[in-house]
Structure formats: C-alpha cells, structure tokens
C-alpha cells in the first residue's frame, strides 16, 4: 500500500509562487508515474502535470504550461510542483497521484493540499 501526503498549499496574491511536495510511504515509487491533479469548487477533478518513473517523460496541461514545474526528488519517493505566477484560476485542491502504469487512472491519491490565489 502506497500513502501519499501533500504539502506546502496556502493563501497567495496573484504572481506570487508555491511549491508543493507530495511524500510517499509504504512503498518506494521508484519505478511509479506521478502526477498532480486540482479540483476547483465546483468543478471536476482535473489533470494538472505528470512526470515518469525516469524523470524523462514529463507533461502539462495546456493552462499551466510554462508556469508550473514539476520534478522528482533524487529519492525518488518524492515529487514536487513548483508554481510561479499564479492566477485566482489556479485556486483549488492539489492532489498528488501515483500509479504503475498510467497517471490517467491512479491507484494512489493524497489527501489534498488547499491552494488560493487572491487577486
């Protein structure tokens, strides 16, 4: 079993940046696709940034794209979101998942990490 804990959310003005940490345990994700995903009130669940198990595949969703990073830590058991000018549109749920195989199904989830961006 995988347990996967975020980190590092908050309150923010618009520009300013976050980076968010997702740790896991019970499990080395070594060889794990993660990812990030938010959820805004209201709205569905939606597909943020994926990085591979290598660190040689990564990809964005177009509305973040050339503002959020995201990367693995050298452990490997870690993968971080590095936010840089954020929008209001960007306030939401963070969620970090994990799966063997795809990040379009994770078997693994966080619990969520709050994100607003006051503007």
């Known amino acids: 079993q995988v347990q996967l804990v975020e980190s590092g959310g908050g309150l923010v003005q618009a520009g300013d940046s976050l980076r968010l940490s997702c740790a896991a345990s019970?499990?080395?994700?070594?060889?794990?696709?993660l990812g990030w995903f938010r959820q805004a009130p209201g709205k569905e669940r939606e597909f943020v940034a994926t990085?591979?198990?290598?660190?040689?595949?990564?990809r964005y969703a177009d509305s973040v794209k050339g503002r959020f990073t995201i990367s693995r830590g050298n452990a490997l058991n870690t993968v971080y979101l590095q936010m840089n000018s954020l929008k209001p549109e960007d306030t939401a749920v963070y969620y970090c998942?994990?799966?063997?195989?795809?990040?379009?199904?994770?078997?693994?989830w966080g619990q969520g990490t709050q994100v607003t961006v006051s503007s």
């Open positions: 998942a994990a799966d063997k195989v795809s990040i379009a199904t994770p078997n693994y």
């Open positions: 019970g499990r080395t994700l070594s060889r794990y696709v």
């Open positions: 990085i591979s198990w290598s660190g040689g595949s990564i």
